[in-house]
């Protein structure tokens, strides 16, 4: 408990006056990362970070990060799929090259942790450059659902929510965590509402991001399962790695954006 505590401490002592700054410093710490979280999928499947798949995988995965107008001017004319696209027709043509020591398997992981790890901190530093209490705002609704569905999953937790992927994880907590997470969120929003959200919208706001949050994390422990880890890395000691702490924020930052089109 006390490396949890002094470890979370030390992070947020880095992460807040990062996202504070924003800019440029933002952007580096953004792609690290991205960077952290992608070598923590090449330790999963065994794949060296420094070979040429994962030097490959990993440019693909900044430039997915990288904010459209930096894609733009890095290489115009050319979008972000159409660059997804040569990366996939790679993969694939390696599987040839290799024989088949570099499989479908190894070529469809790396395909989806590269859009799952790229969009979630592309969005997640394009909302962070929207304001550091709107990315706050996200984040908190992030931490209120953890801790909620904790706490409340060892008061009450009876019923499994998915007892293969994550045996620990009740539905009662799941609902805690939702509650918890509006009860917070209608807080923070009497003293920061940017949009002027009603609260009708803002608590459909607030559970959608929460149930996809509790998704987020149920994903990264189906794959720690299928890989058979107890956690992603080793990078936050007491925290396991970075896909540990980020699995919600990577699923609940897109849908964010995506709601904010709307609102």
Known sequence: MKTRFITALLALLVFIPIVWYGSLPLLMGTIALGLVAMSEIFMMKKIPFFSLIGLFTSFITIL???PDHYLTTLLPGLGIWHIYFIY????????????????????GVLLLASLYIGTGFHFFYQTAELGFWMVMFVMTIIWATDVGA????????????????????????????????????????QFYNPFNLSIPVAILLIVLSSIIGQL??????????????KDSGKILPGHGGILDRF?????????????????
């Open 247 to 263: 699995d919600s924020t990577l699923f609940v930052m897109p849908l964010f954006q995506i709601v904010l089109l709307f609102v």
């Open 150 to 189: 904790y706490l409340t999953g060892m008061r009450f937790g009876k019923n499994k929510l998915a007892p293969i992927i994550s045996p620990n994880k009740s539905i009662e907590g799941a609902i805690g965590g939702i509650l918890t997470a509006v009860v917070v969120g209608i807080i923070y929003l």
């Open 64 to 66: 997915i990060i990288l």
């Open 216 to 229: 987020g994390d149920l994903t990264e422990s189906a794959y720690k399962r299928y890989f058979g880890v």
């Open 88 to 107: 996939a027709m790679s993969l694939l043509v390696m599987t040839v090259l290799s024989n088949n020591t570099f499989t479908f398997d190894d070529a």
